[in-house]
């Protein structure tokens, strides 16, 4: 099964997020981390991020596969499979911590598709070299 799951996820390899219709899910490394917020009370803040932290724990987000906080930050990295950015931004936005954070976003890709960009490359360059070179 994993085997078959690592091919369709070659189908579009590693395509910055976006996505056509017909293909699966993608995964995609959130780092979030709060910002100070001079409209919101310091009791505020630490509700909201009570609630984040509960609900995540509970796996109320069923696309939220994965959540790490950072030791001694008030930030952390979380893994969203969703379909497309609208999705994405869709499981973001229901965070209640999601007003007063920022995110950086990476689109995960797979081994085997960095593998074939690698072999793509070696090919170029040898294209590119003198037939005597070689």
């Given at each position: 099964?994993?085997?078959?799951s ?78 497309s ?27 085997d ?11 170029r360059i040898a ?8």
């Amino acid at each position: 099964m994993a085997a078959a799951s690592a091919t369709k996820r070659d189908r579009y390899e590693i395509r910055l997020g976006w996505l056509s219709s017909g293909f699966d899910n993608m995964e995609f490394l959130v780092i979030s981390r709060a910002v100070d917020s001079a409209n919101v009370p310091p009791q505020a803040t630490v509700a909201l991020a009570k609630q984040t932290f509960q609900m995540l724990k509970a796996n109320k987000e069923p696309r939220i596969k994965a959540v790490y906080p950072f030791a001694g930050e008030r930030a952390g990295v979380f893994i969203v499979e969703a379909k497309s950015g609208d999705e994405l931004q869709e499981v973001i936005a229901n965070l209640p911590l999601s007003g007063i954070s920022t995110n950086e976003i990476h689109p995960l890709g797979t081994l085997d598709a960095v593998l074939k960009t690698i072999d793509i490359a070696e090919q170029r360059i040898a294209q590119m070299m003198p037939a005597g070179v070689r």
